[in-house]
């Protein structure tokens, strides 16, 4: 079953934060059990807060990620960018559809 992580974080720092990520996906490309997709969003109402929806094919993938060394260094550096910690909701994927 796939599974879906919810990153909700507010920062001034957005640029940085992108390029943290971009470095990090160059460190683990093509690595398996990784995120399958990533969607950003930007809340109109509070600008500076982001929601960032990562998938993986499971919750067990998405577990060796999070307990990756690389996957803690990044968390670690993304939250010294926010105005506040993050917060996390994980989901189970119970259906999915295309629209269009």
Same mark, same amino acid.
């Given at each position: 079953?796939?599974?879906?992580?919810?990153i !909700?974080?507010?920062?001034?720092r957005?640029?940085?934060?992108?390029e *943290?990520?971009?470095q990090?996906e160059?460190?683990?490309?093509? &690595? /398996? +059990? +990784?995120p399958t997709?990533?969607?950003? *969003?930007? !809340?109109?109402? @509070?600008?500076? &807060?982001? *929601?960032v929806?990562?998938?993986f094919?499971?919750?067990? =993938?998405?577990?060796?990620? /999070?307990? !990756?060394?690389? @996957?803690t260094?990044?968390?670690?550096?993304m939250?010294?960018?926010?105005? &506040?910690p993050? /917060?996390?909701? =994980?989901? !189970?994927? &119970?259906?999915?559809?295309? *629209?269009?």
């Amino acid at each position: 079953m796939k599974f879906v992580q919810i990153i !909700d974080f507010e920062t001034e720092r957005m640029e940085e934060m992108r390029e *943290l990520v971009q470095q990090a996906e160059q460190r683990t490309a093509g &690595r /398996s +059990g +990784g995120p399958t997709h990533r969607l950003v *969003l930007q !809340d109109r109402n @509070t600008p500076n &807060r982001y *929601l960032v929806v990562i998938e993986f094919e499971s919750y067990e =993938d998405a577990m060796r990620n /999070s307990n !990756d060394p690389e @996957t803690t260094k990044m968390a670690e550096q993304m939250a010294a960018l926010c105005t &506040r910690p993050p /917060s996390f909701t =994980d989901c !189970d994927v &119970r259906e999915m559809t295309e *629209l269009k």
